[in-house]
Nanobody
Framework: QFRLVESGGGLVQPGGSLRLVCAASGANFDYYAIAWFRQAPGKGREGVSAIVGRAGTTYYSDSVKGRFAISRDNAENTVYLQMNSLEPEDTAVYYC???????????????????WGQGTQVTVSS
């Protein structure tokens, strides 16, 4: 059974950085598309970034482009989300999600992903 566990969240001041970690257990990790979503209080879940396909094509939402970077280490079954220049608007619970069959252009659709982690809280505040 494929499972995901997020870590790395916390409290950071505006302008600061955090690195989120999504650790996977299960077979064929390198075949999975992995995405990060977030959900702020009172809002729906939003796709933040994804890494898709064996070539590792990356996608970002407009709100984080240029500030966040997604990467994966297939030897460690891990995906990272490096978050720089954090803003109070980035405050949310961050989830990683995985699926074997994700169409690149649909990377930000929740329905594309079958496996979800439990989430990690990120709070950006002074």
């Amino acid at each position: 059974q494929f499972r995901l566990v997020e870590s790395g969240g916390g409290l950071v001041q505006p302008g600061g950085s955090l690195r989120l970690v999504c650790a996977a257990s299960g077979a064929n990790f390198d075949y999975y598309a992995i995405a990060w979503f977030r959900q702020a209080p009172g809002k729906g879940r939003e796709g933040v970034s994804a890494i898709v396909g064996r070539a590792g094509t990356t996608y970002y939402s407009d709100s984080v482009k240029g500030r966040f970077a997604i990467s994966r280490d297939n030897a460690e079954n891990t995906v990272y989300l490096q978050m720089n220049s954090l803003e109070p608007e980035d405050t949310a619970v961050y989830y990683c999600a995985a699926d074997l069959f994700v169409d690149g252009p649909d990377w930000s659709a929740e329905s594309e992903y079958d496996v979800w982690g439990q989430g990690t809280q990120v709070t950006v505040s002074s």
